[in-house]
Nanobody, 124 residues
Framework: QVQLQESGGGLVQAGDSLRLSCTAS????????MGWFRQAPGKEREFVSA????????VYAESVKGRFTISRDNAKNTVYLQMNTLKPEDTAIYYC?????????????????WGQGTQVTVSS
């Protein structure tokens, strides 16, 4: 079992930045591919970004490419999502997820463990 806890959400203005953190407890963090997903009101959960076990491979949704950066610190059991140039359409609950396989995927059902989510609201 892996327990995930997100933090760092908040209310910001368009153009601002936020950094989300997700800290894991339980099994060996470095054995898990980590992903970030988001869900806006009335919409399905969508992929944002993912990072492989060692952190040297990342993947992004087209909507955030060039603005968001995912990283991980295996010594701290933490994955980060640096979000720059935020837009109102980035408003959503952001979820951290873990997958006990080496390959990062964009499919929510591929991830076995999920955090409770953190709200990000971007005002125009």
């Amino acid at each position: 079992q892996v327990q995930l806890q997100e933090s760092g959400g908040g209310l910001v203005q368009a153009g601002d930045s936020l950094r989300l953190s997700c800290t894991a407890s339980g099994r060996t963090f470095s054995a898990y591919t980590m992903g970030w997903f988001r869900q806006a009101p009335g919409k399905e959960r969508e992929f944002v970004s993912a990072i492989n076990l060692s952190g040297d491979r990342t993947v992004y949704a087209e909507s955030v490419k060039g603005r968001f950066t995912i990283s991980r610190d295996n010594a701290k059991n933490t994955v980060y999502l640096q979000m720059n140039t935020l837009k109102p359409e980035d408003t959503a609950i952001y979820y951290c997820a873990a997958r006990h396989f080496p390959r990062a995927t964009m499919v929510p059902s591929d991830y076995q463990y999920w955090g409770q989510g953190t709200q990000v609201t971007v005002s125009s």
